[in-house]
């Protein structure tokens, strides 16, 4: 993680967007949502003055939680607004794409999971993350993390058939 | 790893991976203006008014002190929130709480989210400044009140601390009079509020040492002591050392005597249960997708479904976990406010359990039909997202649609009302004069 506090900026806005866009994408289903989510985060980022931006020691971690924070507040809002109900669609952006059995129980799955549940699968199925850094992500507690993905899972066996 | 993790795994790196995702250029931003020239206009503005105001002199607008109320009464429903409710600062109840109640939206900027107090009639509301004051900007920029406690008697309510101080405290504002007393913890800390004792002497919290609490509030880190405050002495016990954090439901049971917590270990939902008296705490295993959601005045506890199944309640054995009493629920249910006897529940039906359904207080006996007590519409000022009663007034409460009655305007209002008013004075004089001038000519 040291050799990312040394990289440009811009270096860092190539490397993390595609990988911010796609943890935006599962936790609000929507891609539109998560674009605008991203490139509002990096904005602020950018307008950091250079030093302010090198005390932050992880720029990737530091980049995922302030996307987590904006995805958790865009849902929260389309919940208000009432335009979306508590599960985003999360339908694949390449139409009629052929889906094997697995992804379609678990694409199922993921809508009737809530936003911080889906952070917390994307982070610890998707990026590895021991449950620990899961929690330092989320801005929560390590039981809570636990639970978080116990219920998650729980709902993708019962889909999966097991 | 299983087979089935490994199917899943793979399941979400396909889905997580499906969106072909371009990296546009770089967003184009400007630097930030200074904030004090952000700020000077509207702060100008701002004081311009307020000594406009203050040189008219507005008198004062009539109000009546809440009075007292022999029988308890609940809103049949809950009025939305308004800015000219007065504060408990400026106008206590004169009376016990009913309820207390975090409403609106995301933002308190423009008085849009408030937490708000009910007195014992019914009809009295007030904002809880106090509350309001102790809160923080949270990590999505959005303000996060102070959470709240309600003494079982609603005279008093324990304030938390979102301020990240290093010397954090614990307010308990008597809302009879509004006096307030401060209880220091020891060293830089962070907690939680979980509850006060059936007898009203005693609030339970969780307490971590440092003074970094979650974006989420004062909650505290992966281990936290349970520590029982007495209001009386203003002493700190410690029930509990260094427990695996639990961000589950609290309550005293019955006696007093235990701490029933909501908690989840690697098997599944359970209920912690520690000895006030320091004894070995012991873990009771929930089966399925059941959570703790309150305590039942006779030792029993109540544990409800997760909202994407059914929505069901149950009374369980706190000895064994065996269950006492079974019954659907028609929504899902957040926790338990107070009991009208040991099987007749008042529960919490919040809104954003029903996918912007109308938030209820349910009666909900398991020997009965479930009824409705009160409600908060799923509207932008009436949303109601946490909600507490006063136990042993609620369970005789009886529903009312008087109200709402909100105090002495605040003194923005009465600003505004003030040069609204010598505005309309001024373009009254000018006009007159314009006329006159015409006449004369």
Known sequence: ?162 | MSDLEQRLRAAIRAIADEPDVPVPPRPAVTARRPWLIRYAVPALAALAVLVAVFAIGLPPVDHRPAAGADAAFLPDELAGLSLLTATVSDAPLGQPAMAVLDQGNLGSTWGSSQVVVIAADGRTYRRLDLAEQRGTVGDDSEWLHAPTSLSPDGRLVAIGDRRRSSTPDIVVLDLVTGQRRAYPLAQPSTYRLLGWSPNGRTLAILTSAGADPDSYGTAPGSEADLVLLDLATGLFATVQKALTESDGHHCFTGDGRTIAAGTYTDQGPAVALYPVDGSAPRTLPLTGEWHLIGCAPDGSLLVTTSPEVDPELRLVSATDGAVLRDTRLPQPVSNALAWRSANGPILYAPSWLTEGGTGRVLAAPFDGPVTTLSTADEGWFSRVTVLELAADLAGDAVPTSAGPERGLWPLWARVVAGVIAMLAAAVSVLRRRIASNGRAG
């Not at chain 1, 993390?16 to 998560?34: F, I, K, N, Q």
């Not at chain 1, 809002?77 to 059995?101: G, I, K, N, W, Y």
């Not at chain 1, 992500?137 to 636990?146: F, N, Q, S, Y």
Request: proline share 6%.
């Open chain 1, 1 to 162: 993680m040291n050799e990312a506090r040394q990289r440009a900026p811009g270096e860092v806005y190539a490397h993390e967007y595609a990988g911010l866009v796609r943890l935006a994408y599962v936790t609000t289903g929507s891609l539109a949502a998560a674009e605008d989510v991203v490139q509002d985060v990096f904005a602020d980022w950018f307008r950091l003055d250079g030093d302010r931006r090198d005390e932050i020691r992880e720029p990737a971690a530091y980049l995922r939680r302030a996307v987590l924070s904006r995805c958790t507040s865009w849902v929260r809002r389309r919940v208000l607004e009432r335009r979306h109900a508590a599960a985003p669609a999360l339908t694949p952006p390449a139409s009629d794409a052929p889906s094997q059995a697995d992804i379609a129980a678990v694409r199922a799955a993921l809508r009737r999971l809530t936003p911080r549940q889906r952070a917390a699968v994307f982070l610890r199925y998707y990026l590895d993350l021991p449950e620990a850094q899961v929690a330092a992500e989320l801005a929560c507690r390590p039981g809570t993390v636990k639970s978080l993905l116990h219920r998650s899972l729980t709902r993708m066996k019962d889909v999966l058939g097991e």
